[in-house]
């Protein structure tokens, strides 16, 4: 029996790389090569707690942000052939990859279950390089959080969290033409991503006083007369720290969105009260739009290299998890298998 290395998570902070038996398509699956594969902030959720929601008890394989090349496909796959570039929405088809399933993308090879149940796979250029490719899923997460905040054309947006789904939902908000994005976080190097990018303004709550800020770059509304709020008409929150939220339904202008694409692992406590008399709407965001069309339009037509920081080899995770841990070192950190 041949075997390839697979990282696994056993429990709580436990992961390892274990011998598994390669890879075979059944008839209508497809096995790919990974070519790079993204930490993913729910990766290291996982990794905290020893499964997807609590320890468990077998091996979960992990990795779900990946690209890959067709490798070998099962005798009733017509779609797919060997050698096609693809990126992968990891939660098609209930294959979960993962995220709970079978496979897991840091490995060097992946079996993708029923391929043609659900949109699966999806053909990148050849001049799009693997490891942008790799960050279509994040990507997809960012767009999913744009579309479920109900921007429209001239709204103006602040983002809280400069961490990968903060950069990639600026990059597709600029993308989709809006303008004066605000993007807040505690990492400066995170910020000098997001600059690099093209944000509009970049605030670190350390030093600056955001609400100050925002109120002069999206302009300020009157509540109830006399209490000054911010213009911004949509937040959306992608740090994961509990003082946000409370902290935007004070500050925001009536009527305005907040979406939420963060992890929030524990309850937050909400003055449904100020939701009620601003109409606030708040919005939860999660995965991804089923067709990655304009995911892979935005990667092959904008350089959003900025975002990845880090390389490693698939042998050298746990260097990588340290990394990845670090938001004043980190931003998209990689695994080329």
């Given at each position: 029996m041949s075997t390839i290395q697979q990282l696994r998570l056993h429990g709580p902070g436990e992961v390892r790389l274990d011998d598994v038996e390669t890879p075979q398509p059944g008839p209508r699956d497809v096995v790919v090569r990974v070519q790079a594969c993204g930490i993913c902030g729910s990766d290291l959720g996982y990794i905290k707690v020893g499964g997807i929601a609590g320890p468990v008890s077998d091996p979960i394989p992990l990795g779900h942000e990946f690209s890959a090349v067709?490798?070998?496909?099962?005798?009733e796959v017509s779609t797919y052939r060997p050698g096609m570039r693809v990126v992968v929405n990891p939660l098609a088809?209930?294959?979960?990859?993962?995220?709970?399933?079978?496979?897991?993308?840091?490995?060097?090879?992946?079996?993708?279950?029923?391929?043609?149940?659900?949109?699966?796979?999806?053909?990148?250029?050849?001049?799009?390089?693997f490891d942008q490719a790799a960050l279509a899923e994040p990507l997809g997460v960012a767009l999913q959080a744009v579309e479920r905040a109900g921007v429209a054309a001239g709204d103006k947006v602040t983002i809280f969290g400069a961490g990968p789904i903060?950069?990639?939902?600026?990059?597709?908000?600029?993308?989709?033409?809006?303008?004066?994005?605000a993007i807040v976080d505690l990492s400066d190097n995170r910020l000098g991503i997001a600059a690099a990018l093209g944000a509009t303004l970049t605030l670190n709550p350390e030093r600056d006083d955001v609400w100050q800020r925002l109120r002069e770059l999206h302009g300020t509304e009157m509540f109830l007369g006399f209490l000054p709020t911010a213009g911004a008409h949509a937040y959306i929150e992608a740090s994961g720290a509990a003082a946000v939220i409370p902290d935007i339904i004070n500050q925001a202008r009536p009527g305005a969105t907040i979406c939420v694409v963060a992890l929030h692992r524990q309850p937050i406590p909400v003055d449904f009260s100020m939701v009620l008399a601003k109409q606030l709407t708040l919005a939860g965001s999660m995965a991804y739009p089923e067709d990655?069309?304009?995911?892979?339009?935005?990667?092959?037509?904008?350089?959003?290299?900025?975002?990845?920081?880090?390389?490693?080899?698939?042998s050298e995770f746990s260097a990588a998890l340290r990394i990845a841990r670090n938001p004043s070192l980190a931003g998209k950190v990689l695994i080329e298998p």
């Amino acid at each position: 029996m041949s075997t390839i290395q697979q990282l696994r998570l056993h429990g709580p902070g436990e992961v390892r790389l274990d011998d598994v038996e390669t890879p075979q398509p059944g008839p209508r699956d497809v096995v790919v090569r990974v070519q790079a594969c993204g930490i993913c902030g729910s990766d290291l959720g996982y990794i905290k707690v020893g499964g997807i929601a609590g320890p468990v008890s077998d091996p979960i394989p992990l990795g779900h942000e990946f690209s890959a090349v067709v490798d070998r496909v099962g005798a009733e796959v017509s779609t797919y052939r060997p050698g096609m570039r693809v990126v992968v929405n990891p939660l098609a088809a209930g294959n979960n990859i993962g995220n709970g399933g079978d496979a897991g993308a840091f490995a060097r090879e992946i079996v993708i279950r029923d391929v043609g149940q659900a949109p699966t796979l999806f053909p990148i250029p050849d001049d799009l390089p693997f490891d942008q490719a790799a960050l279509a899923e994040p990507l997809g997460v960012a767009l999913q959080a744009v579309e479920r905040a109900g921007v429209a054309a001239g709204d103006k947006v602040t983002i809280f969290g400069a961490g990968p789904i903060g950069l990639m939902t600026l990059a597709a908000l600029l993308y989709r033409g809006f303008s004066d994005v605000a993007i807040v976080d505690l990492s400066d190097n995170r910020l000098g991503i997001a600059a690099a990018l093209g944000a509009t303004l970049t605030l670190n709550p350390e030093r600056d006083d955001v609400w100050q800020r925002l109120r002069e770059l999206h302009g300020t509304e009157m509540f109830l007369g006399f209490l000054p709020t911010a213009g911004a008409h949509a937040y959306i929150e992608a740090s994961g720290a509990a003082a946000v939220i409370p902290d935007i339904i004070n500050q925001a202008r009536p009527g305005a969105t907040i979406c939420v694409v963060a992890l929030h692992r524990q309850p937050i406590p909400v003055d449904f009260s100020m939701v009620l008399a601003k109409q606030l709407t708040l919005a939860g965001s999660m995965a991804y739009p089923e067709d990655y069309a304009e995911t892979v339009r935005i990667l092959a037509e904008v350089d959003l290299s900025a975002v990845i920081t880090h390389r490693f080899p698939l042998s050298e995770f746990s260097a990588a998890l340290r990394i990845a841990r670090n938001p004043s070192l980190a931003g998209k950190v990689l695994i080329e298998p």
